[in-house]
């Protein structure tokens, strides 16, 4: 059964380092999304992507993420500088359909980010 | 911000009993989504119910919808050891864009089952 790849499972960083996550969505998968799940909290969205356009970015922290897909397929979360709060677990999800909510999304296992 | 809210925040039952978890939510919809996410792990969609829907199976699973009251219950029946988990409900945020809209989850129910 096809799944989303995610990496690093876990990461631990210091404050104000860089960091990376990557997730390579289902095959044929054109819609890919980006969650921050704080703990005891829902997932909530960061950044969705349809093909390599970004659809929707509005509640991206665009002063320190970054996000990208460039050739429709894979795709990288950048953080820079990391902070405290940042300390989350980052999901990633795809879908065939565009429509977002309108369609079940396909989760990852996610990256479990400490930020020290 | 958070549009569904799940109730309770924590259920703990018996192997065998049923489990059943409680979703209110704020604004109108399009549909419902109810994902399970296993401790540490990424979510796992359960069940899909249109706002035409009232009532939807799957295996062990009951979910109903009641558009007039904005609320949504999942009931697992002969519940299993392997049902511990935390259990969300999720539904239409915002619109994105290019005909897509958020989905948008409640901090969830947390399912302990003692076997």
């Known amino acids: 059964e096809a799944e989303v790849a995610q990496s690093p499972r876990y990461k631990i960083t210091e404050k104000s380092q860089a960091v990376a996550f990557w997730c390579d969505p289902i095959?044929?998968?054109?819609?890919l999304y980006w969650y921050r799940q704080i703990l005891g909290q829902g997932p909530e969205l960061l950044v969705q992507?349809?093909?390599?356009?970004?659809?929707?970015d509005s509640q991206l922290p665009k002063d320190r993420f970054s996000a990208e897909r460039l050739k429709g397929v894979d795709s990288t979360l950048k953080i820079q500088p990391a902070e405290l709060g940042d300390s989350a677990m980052y999901l990633c999800?795809?879908?065939?359909?565009?429509?977002?909510?309108?369609?079940?999304?396909?989760f990852g296992p996610g990256t479990r980010l400490t930020v020290t | 911000s958070q549009q569904g809210e799940e109730d309770p925040q924590a259920l703990s039952i018996q192997e065998g009993e049923n489990a059943t978890m409680n979703c209110s939510y704020k604004?109108?919809?399009?549909?419902l989504q109810w994902y399970r996410q296993n401790s540490g792990r990424g979510l796992v969609h359960l069940i899909l119910i249109r706002s035409n829907e009232r009532e939807k199976h799957s295996g062990r699973l009951r979910v109903t919808l009641d558009t007039s009251k904005k609320s949504s219950s999942l009931l697992i029946t002969a519940s299993r050891a392997a049902d511990t988990a935390s259990y969300f409900c999720a539904t239409d945020g915002s619109y994105s864009g290019a005909g897509s809209y958020q989905l948008t989850f409640g901090k969830g129910t947390k399912l302990s089952v003692i076997p």
């Open positions: 999800a795809s879908s065939p359909d565009a429509g977002g909510a309108l369609y079940e999304q396909y």
């Open positions: 992507f349809q093909d390599e356009s970004v659809v929707d």
């Open positions: 604004t109108s919809i399009n549909n």
């Open positions: 095959s044929g998968h054109a819609t």
